[in-house]
């Protein structure tokens, strides 16, 4: 507990009549400790010194949770040595304790215990890359490690935990080629999707590979006439941020429902209108095609009557 010492005020309380009196001290916090409070505080710190020395390190951090009233005293120099030794015990601790955790491969505690005092950064920068060692293929992990080191500036460690994030990456796009080639196109972006997550934790140029990848699938696709293919094109173009490439699509599917507007294939002129991006052209066209439908319907019933009237008076009926 650190209180300033010029904030603590204290009141001598007289104890009941026969017993001995006790010194009270008061913080700004609102925290209450008598003098006895401050003896067993220094005992405490002396047992803490003696499990040390026993190797007994979580007994003696133990102890030294119980030293919270160090602060309950009239003799500034006494505090302040006890203080300091307190502190000093601490980061002694603090190094034995991360000690024992990473030699029993408990390794985020480890580096908790490391975490509690600069002069232990050196043992988390260690740790820090164990843990991702140990489980190379765990997002969380792999994404914590690259953050750190670039923080750190660590660059080694860096170029370690950016490789596995790479690794991860593989087999999606592995996986992703066998899709492409199927025209699962939903499903390849889906996995582009995957491995574009772990590749933004990679290094460059091996960060850009998913985007690449959907690139050329673009590519690709805009080579195809089919709506279905244009409207992937186009996905894979913003997915790789190319929108420039996604425009030339779509200037390509409004030339392909023009032309199939003029020989009245009105269908797939709607089509082509919807991947261009002209909504507006495409509900207009759908509207006049369903109009023209529904009169040549009524067209067709009205001659099959014809029909059928003309065959009843043929027959007699």
């Known amino acids: 507990m650190v209180i300033s010492r010029s904030l603590i005020v204290f009141l001598l309380l007289l104890a009941p009549l026969g017993s001995a009196s006790a010194k009270m001290y008061y913080s700004e916090d609102g925290s209450t400790c ?63 304790l991360g000690e024992e955790a990473e030699k029993k491969k408990q390794l985020e505690e480890a580096r908790t ?3 509690k005092d600069e002069s232990t950064r050196a043992d988390v920068d260690r740790v820090e890359l164990k843990i991702a060692q140990a489980k190379p293929d765990n997002f969380q992990i792999v994404s914590h490690a690259v953050n750190y080191f670039k ?41 582009l ?29 805009t ?37 199939a507007k003029a020989k009245g294939e009105n269908e797939a002129a709607v089509d082509y209108y919807q991947v261009a991006g002209l909504g507006n052209e495409a509900r207009d066209l759908q509207k006049r095609t369903e109009s023209q439908q529904r009169k040549d319907e009524g067209k067709r019933q009205q001659q099959f009557k014809k029909d059928q009237d003309n065959l009843e008076k043929e027959l007699g009926f």
């Open 223 to 259: 080579t195809e006439t089919s709506a279905t293919f244009l409207k992937a094109a186009i996905r894979y173009y913003d997915f790789a941020n190319k929108p420039e490439k996604a425009k030339a699509v779509r200037d390509k599917a409004k030339k392909l429902g023009d032309a």
């Open 113 to 115: 215990w490391f975490s």
């Open 34 to 96: 008598s003098d006895k409070d401050f003896n067993q505080s220094v005992a405490n710190i002396a047992k803490a010194k003696k499990l040390e020395q026993d190797g007994s390190y979580r007994q003696a951090y133990e102890a030294l949770n119980h030293t919270e009233c160090l602060w309950a005293t009239d003799d500034e120099q006494a505090y302040r040595a006890k203080d300091k030794e307190l502190t000093a015990i601490q980061k002694r601790l603090y190094k034995a």
């Open 151 to 191: 923080r750190r500036n660590i660059a080694s460690s860096l170029k370690t935990v950016q490789a596995m994030a790479v690794q991860n990456a593989k087999p999606l796009l592995a996986q992703e080629e066998k899709q492409f080639a199927s025209h699962l196109d939903d499903t390849s972006l889906k996995t």
């Open 193 to 221: 999707e995957g491995a574009r997550t772990w590749l933004e934790y990679a290094a460059a140029p091996e960060n850009r590979l998913a985007s690449e990848r959907a690139e050329k699938r673009g590519d690709a696709r």
